[in-house]
């Protein structure tokens, strides 16, 4: 098995020779045991508190770079103009604790269909859709002030979107 241990973190770090593609749940892990999506085996282990982005590089103990990849996930995503209503949502959700990837116009969250009932309830609209989830890191939290080189913000604009009630 490879042992993944290295955290480079620049996006130019060399040519990756493999992709680790992970939900935001494994990506949160500092011990995981994973595959590459060559299907090769590795356990990954990172400082405590690790969270990996989606572009972000490890160093293998072969010396191989690989890429970590954000998988494509359900998500649930409130769109507004209104940025009083967008905030309300982000209130709401952030009293409950739920990791929110904001951009200009909307706020994204792992799919849960009781969250979205309530927002729902408040008069705001939730989509559905399958993306890579990059949640706001946190004001308190170590990985928030690693320096991360490049932009997650609104770029995931991309995926499949179902439209719910």
């Known amino acids: 098995m ?8 620049a996006a130019g770090a060399g040519h990756a020779a493999a992709r680790l593609v992970l939900p935001f749940e494994l990506r ?7 595959k590459l999506d060559s299907g090769e085996e590795v356990g990954l282990t990172l400082p405590r508190g690790t969270l990996l982005r989606g572009g972000d590089r490890l160093q293998a103990s072969d010396g191989r770079i690989v890429e970590v990849v954000a998988a494509p996930e359900e998500v649930s995503i409130v769109r507004s103009s209104d940025a009083r209503q967008l905030a309300r949502a982000a209130y709401h959700l952030g009293n409950r604790h739920v ?3 904001v951009s200009t116009d909307a706020v ?4 849960d269909h009781v ?4 927002l729902r309830g408040l008069g705001l609209t939730v989509e559905f859709g399958h993306l890579p989830f990059e949640p ?5 939290s170590q990985a928030a002030t690693h320096g991360h ?6 770029g995931h ?3 499949h979107l179902h439209h719910h009630g």
């Open 136 to 140: 706001e890191a946190g004001a308190y």
């Open 99 to 101: 990791s929110l990837q």
């Open 149 to 154: 080189a490049h932009d997650h913000g609104s």
């Open 108 to 111: 994204y969250y792992v799919h």
């Open 157 to 159: 604009e991309h995926g």
């Open 28 to 34: 949160q892990k500092s011990r995981l045991l994973a």
């Open 115 to 118: 969250l979205d009932d309530m």
């Open 2 to 9: 490879t042992l993944l241990n290295i955290s480079l973190r």
